[in-house]
């Protein structure tokens, strides 16, 4: 199976949240130490006030700091994850969705067979999830392989323009399921965040980041100049 893009924030993030559980873990345990002493404190001569603020504010400090370490993660792994795919603009990539819009009339997607299939099917669905077609898959064997849907529905018509699902059924010769993905090549033509989720725009097709499998210069074709 294809191997996603791996993402080097994760490293760094992990990192970080390990330095902030043990921040976490110090504060916690400076606050029972606290309350035990307060509990158990001599009335003829109670706690310094003085000390007993400074170390009150030196803890608020510690708070304040791993609050501000959280966002700081959260700013530093957005940042980084966007960067990374503005330089996937003007690059062609395929990433894992079954989902794409349709473009002049018509939808292409790659789908994956795990395994040879004595038999499979391919089914479009519409966006409210009914199928609009259904026909043979052009290939039977292990791999990947491209199907372009013109648009035609199962019953003769014309689909509208919007999103459109491909669902993939195989089985092999012993009738048991065999394991399918679909993707979805474009060229990057934008980067977008939305709910803090990086996402790149394969001209009308909209696909996570973290789901691209593969990324290439586009092909360049040279015309003779007479």
Known sequence: MTTP???TTHTTN???NSGQI????????FLKLLTTQLKNQDPLSPMDTNNFTQQL??????????????????????????ATAVNLIGKQVQAQSATA??????????YELDGNAAAASLQVLDSSNKVVFTGAAPDLTRGQHAFNWNGTTSSGGKALAGDYTLKVIA?????????????????VTGVQQTGGQTQLNLGSTTVEFGNVTTVKNPAVTSTASN
């Open 5 to 7: 893009v791996i993402d």
């Open 14 to 16: 992990a990192s970080v």
């Open 22 to 29: 043990n921040l976490s873990n110090d504060y916690n345990t």
């Open 57 to 82: 504010v030196a803890m608020n400090g510690v708070q304040q700091q791993l609050l501000t370490n959280n966002l700081l993660t959260s700013l530093v792994g957005q940042g980084s994850s966007a």
């Open 101 to 110: 819009t349709m473009s002049n009339g018509a939808v292409n997607w790659t």
């Open 171 to 187: 089985n092999d010769s012993a009738l048991k399921p065999i394991d399918t993905n679909v993707f979805v090549t474009g060229v």
